[in-house]
């Protein structure tokens, strides 16, 4: 007999021990998650196993794969607007299981996803600041047929004469220089020279949702995006093939008042459009196509409008290389049209002014490839690019002949990387070199920036969240002296008070370098002018924030509450003024100081109301712009305040105290009821207050002052839409807008549309 002492024995038990954890195998725990009602495969599931504090993420294909020691074990699946899913599993030694999964999506809250805020994808209640989503039935059901007539539906945001302007941080720039960047998938659209943004080329047949920024983005997306961002995110294909058209045919109603009405006999202004999309998958490759056509004969008269585009998108995610994912998107455009200026008189407003009708025509094209690489501890490489060429054509010549192009060349490195202790890093380098030519500049332009950036975002426990950014970006014009660059930040917290309340609050920094249009589009519009001015400085400016986000829950009816104050401060921003040397006409210039703050109340609600579907949407929006150049008393906070309080209270004695071309309050609203099983009515009404400061030019042109002064008031207008749903697969529906054919001018010697009627078709299948 063998006998032990007791440190042999314990050194065989220590033996034993080893040697079965030596000779025991994990098992390999692999499956792909899918959405349960579109059976479409979810990239980035969080998978984690109750308590081995291991977890990974599904990768570019849905897949996941884990290792277990055998046993009895939980696994926990979470993913952003789903359920939190708990699958039981037995684990057997050595051998691989393969368990798929459904996740359900949540209806405890009205769940909105964006990535604006924070390149990911995450809960609109928990961003640090205000973002506004416009759906896609907002677009398809009221006949969208550009971006600018989805995103005029976003509180505090207006559109005037093409000019985009959040919370009243910018005016009227006769199309050049723009304060809000606009992306298409991360990319952004504005132009190389003016910096513009052409609404019409955005594919928004391809579009799942619109994403507003509002504030300054500087920090993450650059000059552009010193007063907003624009985002529009387009889809990919589906599991099954799905073809989307619409085709619309529209007229105008004559104007209230006779005079207006430039044609004659029944043949009133009329246009026809349509639109494309299709999605299908091969294999492992994605492919999107869209194209829209649009003929506008123009209420306007010698100011009709016709485009033809085609975009596609493609993803291919090769089973070699299993976080891999490579992509290829495309759009080109034709277009055609009469660009309006001023009207001849209001009596007849719908008639040019001579001289200041100007008819374009120009080709459009972006190519944008794309690389993501998802690494296995949770990093996301990104790599885009972006060629963007605008071509202009002589009018009176052949389509071949080009007189103007702007070319830009973009590209941009992301690293991305969640630790499981709740930090998220985003960082990254990007730059361009844009090239343009018009017979409009002295000289071809050439144009450089490059800039890196960072984010830090940190969670604690379930409640708080921080950010903290920053961005170095250099800019340089050739011919010109080169734009000191100077680095700019940002900061914001989020905090959930309760369940369903989230209180948040944020500063940044933002800047913008003058476009080239700015400053050296030479230009002649009948007596005026506009005059280049190349000793253009860069503007800079910060803008704070406070905001509530409230969501609800009435029975099967969710929605969200917001309340946001904020405060933005501009140095040497650039506004045109009227000059007289050296010649008379409009500049582009610095003025000293403007500082804009306000308050701003929104709603979104989605579900059911005595068992019918609806779905609403809007806000109110008030804002004061103080020009502290022109009244410089408001430089001080208690005078600037205490004109804020007047104006919000209607008083109409600062009219030389603010900017130009703003309007203080704003109004938007959209309702959708489900009425019957087939029968869809909605509505909408917008507000804009009267535009009390322009520029004193225009009050002596063309009796504007004349008109003004009769027409000192807001404006209500109201849209009415119905559909009938034919089968599971058209709809066929009636849109009227400004059904009050209320007659209504946005900027000085331009009248808006009159009433609309709208057949329109949908078919999808």
Known sequence: MIKYTISQSILVLIGLFVSTIAFSQKTKITGVITDDRTNETLIGVSVSVDSLKIGVVTNLNGKYTIDVPPGKHTIKYSYLGYSIENKQINAVDGTTQEIDFKLKTEQKELKLVTVTGSQYEKDIAR?????????????????????????????????????????????????TGSRVQVLVDDIPLLSADLSEVRWNFVPIENMEQVEVI???????????????????????????????????????????????????????????????????????????????????????????????????????RPKALKNWSFELAGNTMYQ??????????????????????????????????????????????????RLYRINRINANEPIGKINGSSNILWGEY????????????????????????????????????????????????????????????????????NDKPKPVFRGGVNFQAARATFLRATWGQAYRFPSLGERYLDANLSSLSVIPNTSLRPEYGWTAELGLKQNFRVNNFLGYFDAAIFWSEFRDMIEYLLVVKPKFGFQAQNISKARVAGIELSTMADGKILGRPIRIYGGYTFNYPADLQSDTSQIKANIFMQNLFQSFKGVDSLQTSILKYRLRNMARGDIEIDVLDRLTVGGSVTYNSFMERIDAVFNGLNNIASYRKLHDKGIVTFDARVAFKISEKSTISLICKNIGNVEYSLRPGMLDAPRSFTLQYRLQF
């Open 414 to 481: 992301q690293y991305q990387k969640q630790f499981k202790f709740g930090l998220t890093i985003t960082a990254g380098v990007v730059g361009s070199y844009s090239k343009s030519y018009s017979v409009l500049y002295p000289d071809t332009l050439q144009q450089i920036f490059y800039a890196g950036y960072t984010q830090l975002e940190k969670t604690f426990g379930t409640r708080w969240t921080l950010v903290g950014g920053a961005r170095f970006e250099r800019n340089r014009a050739f011919g010109l002296r």
């Open 336 to 385: 055609q049209f009469g660009q309006f200026f001023l009207w001849q008189d209001p009596d007849t407003a719908y008639v040019p002014w001579t001289g200041t009708v100007s008819y374009n025509k120009y080709a459009y094209f972006t190519l944008d490839p794309r690389i993501t690489y998802m690494g296995a501890k949770g990093s996301v490489h990104k790599i885009r690019g």
């Open 127 to 175: 961003e640090v600041v205000s973002i506004d989503v416009i759906k896609k039935y907002l677009v398809e059901n009221t006949n969208a047929t550009d971006l600018a007539q989805a995103v005029a539906k976003v509180p505090g945001v207006s559109i005037v004469d093409g000019q985009a302007s959040i919370r009243g941080g910018s005016g009227y720039a006769y199309g």
């Open 214 to 316: 509002k504030g300054a983005a500087s920090s993450m997306y650059g000059s552009g995006a010193m007063n907003g961002v624009i985002h529009v995110r387009t889809g990919y294909a589906y599991d099954k093939p799905q073809t989307k058209i619409s085709i619309a045919q529209g007229i105008y109603s004559n104007p209230a008042r006779s005079s207006l009405r430039w044609w004659s006999g029944y043949f009133n202004p009329f246009f026809t459009n349509a639109f494309l999309s299709h999605r299908q998958k091969f294999g492992n490759i994605d492919l999107v196509l869209g194209g829209n056509l649009n003929w506008n004969s123009g209420y306007i008269k010698d100011c009709s409008d016709q485009q033809a585009r085609f975009n596609f998108k493609t993803r291919w």
